[in-house]
């Protein structure tokens, strides 16, 4: 969810488990260069892959069901991404994600704009029968797939704001409730999800500091981050892979605002 909100950091004398799972999963990353294929949209395909590739892995970009499913034999993890929508993609995504279903792969939903039309909410919403492993969203699109989901159990008639396009219009604390209830619901079937930014496994939030403003100046950074999470994912749990691949942006983004002197150069500096 959203970068600039208030956050606090993960205390190494209360965590020192999830750190030393957190190192040991970007070591691993480092040392194998693990695919994450990626399915997303025309507009941050490139600096997702790029991304990928900077932090370790291997990319690899596709659109069509048969070449995803295939290709997932070999890729440690995958990344749907619905920013972008074709016609086709309504039977394509659900195909391909009920594949993912029955032989476990894992894969990461960046719940692009969701609440915005009827193509991208049938898409979402077919999800529900094949949940992903991890959730990168912002607050407004956490809300939204909660309320599409029909998990708030306080309220059958929940609904939920929609984004300003692909923008959050709500806060991280209004979202924590929706991420949990997706992250457990995830975890009830079979996918031991997560929802991030502010990273939940459905019991225990982590708040990550850092980030910068300039991130909401470029496009791709939310995607990108969802590709990331998806190198980690093939070798890390999901709640780790949520971790390190926040923590690792956040601090990158911390360093990129200082280095660079506009969003064009902060993307350069964000990459390095």
């Known amino acids: 969810m959203s970068e600039e909100s208030p956050n606090t950091r993960i205390s190494p004398q209360t965590q020192p488990s999830l750190h030393e799972q957190i190192a040991d999963a970007v070591r691993t990353v480092r040392e194998t260069t693990p695919l994450a294929q990626s399915f997303t949209n025309f507009v941050t395909i490139n600096l997702v892959a790029n991304a990928q590739l900077a932090a370790g892995g ?42 993912f279903h029955n032989t476990g792969h894992p894969w990461v939903l960046d719940p692009v ?27 407004s699109e956490i809300i939204a797939l909660d309320a599409m989901w029909g998990l708030n159990e306080e309220s059958a008639t929940a609904t939920a704001s929609k984004p300003a396009g692909v923008e959050s219009v709500d806060d991280v604390e209004s979202a924590i409730a929706p991420a949990q209830r997706l992250a457990r619901f995830m975890a009830r079937h079979g996918a031991n999800g997560t929802a991030t930014d502010m990273v939940t496994d459905g019991e225990h939030v982590y708040r990550l500091a850092g980030g910068s403003a300039m991130m909401t100046k470029i496009t791709g950074a939310g995607c990108s981050l969802g590709g990331v999470t998806a190198v980690y994912l093939a070798v890390a749990q999901p709640l780790i892979a949520a971790l390190a691949a926040t923590s690792l942006y956040n601090t990158a983004g911390e360093i990129a605002e200082k280095r660079s002197n506009g969003p064009g150069s902060f993307q350069v500096a964000l990459l390095d």
Not at 59 to 77: E, Q, Y
Not at 115 to 126: D, H, K, N
């Open 58 to 99: 291997a990319a690899a970009m596709s659109f069509l069901p048969d070449d995803i499913i295939d290709t997932a034999t070999i890729s440690g993890a995958d990344y749907i991404n619905v920013g972008t929508l074709l016609p086709f993609y309504k039977d394509a995504l659900p195909q391909v994600a009920r594949a």
């Open 113 to 139: 704009a969701a609440g915005i039309g009827e193509t991208r909410t049938a898409i979402l919403q077919s999800f529900k029968r094949y949940p992903p492993t991890v959730i990168r969203g912002n607050a």
